[in-house]
């Protein structure tokens, strides 16, 4: 009589020949669907990117309570860049190959798309940023996708809005952190270039770095051009150091700035900011679902102890990734088959291009021929100390 030990291993040799071994791994392995996630909350982003998280995992949680995709269970796997492009293209690459995602939300920054979409071009899977708004990135990229909205369209809607609001624009200065990739496009570019469409008279901007805590050389050479608009081109942090030191120079006009302004942390430095204007790609009181949004994302980000009044449109963009893959993936009959994975991940792409999705960004969103979402621009003003909506604008309709 064959030992225990000496029989299970004849049954395994038997059953692993016969390939039955093989498949139940395959039929286990496929009970979910695997989607990566390569974010920051950590590092110079840190305070832009953390509530990215928590977005995406009140978006896995509200599909898998609903029976998941297809019947299957979101099984979410992060990588966690430092705010870092190195490491997001090694994000990109443990995702994609060691953990055999099928698609992944993120990276976060532009510069980190910037590195990782090449990267994802040649491993043959898509990449949806939540907050990489340099104009151009998604060109020529078959994988790379991006539910934001460009810097310089947002830009231009707030210049519409000014110009139909009769602010005084004539003349400007536009001051920009050097260090950032995005924040250097916006400055040196972006806002210039299209304050002079609208009429502006643009000084050479000024640059400061992202760690500057005494702006007032910059200001004083703002001063001597008397301009009555300037742009910045910062976080909202370098939004209210540059508010607080015009005003102490004496400065009357309006602050402006783009997307890159839009965020709530630094809405309590930004209060005596009165007049400042910018642009943002989510109202959190929009409709039902950006309410619902809103309030569960306030409730998870103040049980992880970070502060945040309301969401970031960056968190808002992220949950609703989540929901777009999930329609995506239910359109294309994907259904997370290991054997499958080269073809469902390019099922994934090709059914992206035909998707009209609607989320707590908006309604109708659709995707231009270089991947890039069509969203709408909301124009926000400070006003008594909070946000208040100046204006807003639909999105584009996709070609």
Not at 326 to 332: H, L
Not at 364 to 383: H, M, Q, R, S, V
Request: hydrophobic share 40%.
């Amino acid at each position: 009589m064959l030992k225990f030990k000496n029989y299970s291993k004849f049954i395994f040799a038997i059953l692993f020949s016969m390939g039955i071994i093989s498949l139940l791994n395959i039929s286990f392995a496929a009970d979910t669907i695997k989607l990566g996630l390569n974010f920051t909350n950590s590092g110079m982003l840190k305070t832009q990117g953390e509530g990215t998280e928590i977005a995406v995992d009140i978006a896995v949680a509200e599909i898998n309570a609903s029976g998941g995709i297809n019947g299957k269970q979101i099984e979410l796997i992060k990588y966690e860049t430092g705010s870092d492009p190195k490491q997001a293209v090694v994000g990109t690459r443990k995702l994609a190959e060691d953990d055999k995602v099928l698609a992944i939300i993120g990276p976060f920054s532009s510069g980190e798309a910037a590195a990782a979409f090449p990267v994802g071009e040649r491993l043959g899977i898509v990449q949806i940023p939540n907050a990489s708004s340099a104009p151009g990135l998604t060109k020529d990229k078959a994988y790379g996708f991006r539910l934001t909205e460009d810097e310089g369209k947002q830009f231009a809607r707030l210049m519409q809005a000014m110009k139909r609001k009769n602010v005084p624009m004539s003349k400007a200065a536009v001051v920009y952190a050097s260090d950032n990739r995005i924040t250097s496009v916006v400055g040196k570019f972006i806002m210039p270039a299209l304050l002079k469409k609208f009429g502006a008279t643009v000084a050479e901007p000024i640059g400061f770095t992202v760690a500057s805590f005494d702006v007032a050389p910059q200001v004083t050479k703002v001063m001597e051009g008397k301009p009555e608009v300037v742009g910045v081109a910062g976080f909202g942090v370098h939004a209210a150091a540059f508010h607080k030191e015009l005003r102490r120079q004496g400065f009357k006009g309006r602050i402006i700035g783009s997307q890159l302004f839009a965020d709530p942390v630094a809405l309590e430095s930004l209060k005596p900011a009165e007049g400042t204007l910018f642009a943002a790609g989510y109202w959190r009181t929009q409709d039902a679902a950006a309410s619902k949004f809103t309030k569960k994302f306030v409730e998870g980000t103040k049980k992880a102890g970070i502060a945040r009044p309301f969401p970031h449109h960056v968190d808002a963009q992220a949950y609703d990734i989540v929901y777009l893959y999930k329609q995506v993936i239910e359109a294309a009959g994907v259904t997370g088959n290991p054997s499958k994975l080269t073809e469902e991940r390019n099922m994934i792409r090709d059914q992206l291009r035909k998707t009209i999705f609607s989320g707590v960004t908006g309604s109708g969103t659709c995707f231009d021929e270089n991947g890039d979402a069509e969203l709408p621009g909301y124009i926000i003003e400070i006003k008594d100390g909070d946000w208040s909506k100046f204006d807003e604008f639909p999105a584009d309709k996709c070609k």
